[in-house]
T-cell receptor
């Protein structure tokens, strides 16, 4: 089954404790992206990757890191999480970044930083 | 600032009626548009994409695009309670290679 897999689904952590949210897709998609979704603010892009070893900042990159060493994986790293990073996170992928393709989303990770 | 705007709702329609969801966008360079459905706490799911002026139909869903007026709409015929969700509109502008998202319209279909 074609899918984007995120883990974990739920995570509660403490301020400052480094964490990684994994994202993997099995569709050979070139483009991958991370979003956070907050009430009243909608989906905001954190980072995106056009292909292996090619990443760039989205609209809200502060406090996050990403890497794209393999085409299928695009982990999101929070080096020192803070309470304002409490949010619902989605990984998404697309065959290409260009106009014709919609995104496939992972199931989401609900992160709480206390 | 490129924007995609939607009425937040909630839009309430009776079961069996036509639900009409609208979206306007500011960037005339936007080339393609997408409608996603998102149930509470779940991930967005692609419903329709539209690239050309006019209508595009898929089952009970019809997407409409009017580039001159810069609006996109989604019609849901024979609405069902299972259609109750938030509907997100997104526009793609090729020059910045990213989707611009609206905040979504909440739809409630009442039995």
């Amino acid at each position: 089954e074609a899918q984007v897999t995120q883990n974990p689904r739920y995570l509660i952590t403490v301020t400052g404790k480094k964490l990684t949210v994994t994202c993997s897709q099995n569709m050979n998609h070139e483009y991958m992206s991370w979003y956070r979704q907050d009430p009243g603010l909608g989906l905001r892009q954190i980072y995106y990757s056009m292909n292996v070893e090619v990443t760039d900042k989205g609209d809200v990159p502060e406090g996050y890191k990403v890497s794209r060493k393999e085409k299928r994986n695009f982990p999101l790293i929070l080096e020192s999480p803070s309470p304002n990073q409490t949010s619902l996170y989605f990984c998404a992928s697309s065959a290409r970044a260009i106009t014709s393709y919609g995104y496939t989303f992972g199931s989401g990770t609900r992160l709480t930083v206390v | 600032q490129k924007e995609v705007e939607q009425n937040s709702g909630p839009l309430s329609v009776p079961e069996g009626a036509i639900a009409s969801l609208n979206c306007t966008y500011s960037d005339r360079g936007s080339q393609s548009f997408f409608w996603y459905r998102q149930y509470s706490g779940k991930s967005p799911e692609l419903i329709m994409s539209i690239y050309s002026n006019g209508d595009k139909e898929d089952g009970r869903f019809t997407a409409q695009l009017n580039k001159a007026s810069q609006y996109v709409s989604l019609l849901i015929r024979d609405s069902q309670p299972s259609d109750s969700a938030t509907y997100l509109c997104a526009g793609y502008a090729g020059n910045n290679r990213k989707l611009i998202w609206g905040l979504g319209t909440s739809l409630a279909v009442n039995p």
